[in-house]
């Protein structure tokens, strides 16, 4: 995932000189992992990105918008600064959601699409999710609120995935309950 979620925001940081590119994932150790798998994966200039979580200033989040072009936010972030017209919705080109299989009810990706679609209808958005839902139901309310139009599925079997991905080897192993578990 953090390799495609690079080259997409790569090619979308080339195609669009002076669009915004917004990756989100719901914790700062996730964001933070894949700024730098930016960087050292692509080779986008640090110039041109920035790290934003809540613990970033409002003043200095302000600024960034309007400087930077990579973006790896929390979505809390995102929807904040949408709802405060800090974030040019309308310059958002790409956005990577990551653990997209989150975006159900209330939370803060939820908010993000929703708000985007009074700014543009004209950003791409690429889901990413190892394990999209537990049930039908669940996906399909996914593709709903992040407006998926089209599904690419990829595992590591799959022939342009493959040479990145490592062996595993897994061993299923089946644990009893223990007595005092199973009693109630």
Request: hydrophobic content about 45%; overall charge positive; glycine content about 4%.
């Amino acid at each position: 995932k953090t390799f495609i979620a690079a080259v997409v925001m790569y090619n979308f940081y080339r195609w669009y000189p002076t669009g915004k590119v917004i990756f989100m994932a719901p914790t700062r150790a996730l964001v933070a992992q894949q700024i730098e798998a930016c960087f050292k994966v692509m080779g986008i200039p640090q110039d041109d990105m920035i790290q934003m979580t809540g613990t970033v200033a409002p003043e200095v989040r302000r600024e960034a918008w309007a400087t930077k072009r990579l973006f790896f936010l929390t979505p809390q972030v995102v929807a904040n600064d949408l709802s405060r017209g800090v974030c040019p919705g309308e310059k958002v080109r790409c956005i990577v959601v990551d653990e997209a299989h989150k975006a159900t009810g209330g939370h803060s990706y939820c908010q993000v699409m929703e708000a985007m679609q009074h700014h543009t209808r004209h950003t791409r958005i690429l889901a990413l999710s190892a394990t999209p839902g537990a049930d039908l139901l669940a996906v399909r309310q996914v593709i709903s609120n992040l407006l998926i139009s089209h599904i690419e599925l990829r595992s590591e079997e799959s022939a342009d995935i493959a040479p990145y991905s490592h062996t595993r080897i897994i061993d299923k192993i089946v644990v009893n309950l223990g007595e005092h578990l199973t009693i109630h």
